[in-house]
């Protein structure tokens, strides 16, 4: 599974957006980027997922770029509760042997 | 939808004693579980992979005589930390797959005395 690069932290005022960048220059084309986050002492949270297209859910959209090496997660109005870990990873199907390996992510703080 | 529970959600336990942990999905089936394990200030770890009805596959590193899985239904694995010591102590957390995305359970702190 392709390797990701994300920003070790980021702070971001309450009501705005929340704009996370992910590196995944080396990305295959059957590969998805998924998208978790982990608040303090808790399991990790599913937020989203993409293959190519941009994707939107109730929690936040998903942005990649057409050449598929970087995507952005978007959190359209962050609240002090979205303070959290947030882990991008790229991987196969399972079907294809992919696995969930998670890097360092990125620990956003929202601030009041 | 897509809960998945573990059980305890901590615990306390003496050197050279064994810990049974659960990881249930409550409302869906799983044919596939993972175990993580997570150090203090660190990330997740992968440390095996669960099928429902065959043995678990380890990650390198990880010794499955320590580390014992058993997925004997489709919404339960159990891991059983046998002989604990406390390098031992850590956050397990296991997921469940469905269909093809991961949901995590919300973790087991096991602290080794």
């Known amino acids: 599974d392709a390797k990701t690069t994300q920003p070790p932290s980021m702070d971001c005022a309450e009501g705005r957006a929340a704009n996370l960048p992910c590196n995944h220059s080396t990305i295959s084309g059957n590969e998805y980027v998924y998208w978790y986050r982990q608040i303090h002492s808790q399991g990790p949270q599913y937020i989203i997922h993409?293959?190519?297209n941009n994707e939107t859910n109730e929690m936040a959209s998903l942005i990649i770029t057409e050449d598929r090496k970087s995507s952005t997660l978007i959190l359209p109005h962050a609240t002090l509760r979205d303070t959290a870990v947030y882990y991008c990873?790229?991987?196969?199907?399972?079907?294809?042997?992919?696995?969930?390996?998670f890097g360092q992510g990125t620990e956003l703080s929202v601030k009041p | 939808g897509a809960v998945v529970s573990q059980h305890p959600s901590w615990v306390i336990c003496k050197s050279g004693t064994s810990v049974k942990i659960e990881c249930r999905s409550l409302d869906f089936q799983a044919t596939t579980m993972f175990w993580y394990r997570q150090f203090p200030k660190q990330s997740l770890m992968l440390m095996a992979t669960s099928n429902e009805g065959s043995k678990a596959t380890y990650e390198q590193g990880v010794e499955k005589d320590k580390f014992l899985i058993n997925h004997a239904s489709l919404t339960l694995s159990t891991l059983t930390v046998t002989s604990a010591h406390p390098e031992d102590s850590s956050f397990y957390i296991c997921?469940?797959?469905?269909?093809?995305?991961?949901?995590f359970g919300p973790g087991t702190r096991l602290t080794v005395l």
């Open positions: 993409g293959l190519k």
């Open positions: 997921s469940a797959r469905f269909p093809d995305t991961q949901y």
């Open positions: 990873i790229v991987r196969v199907a399972y079907n294809q042997g992919g696995k969930l390996i």
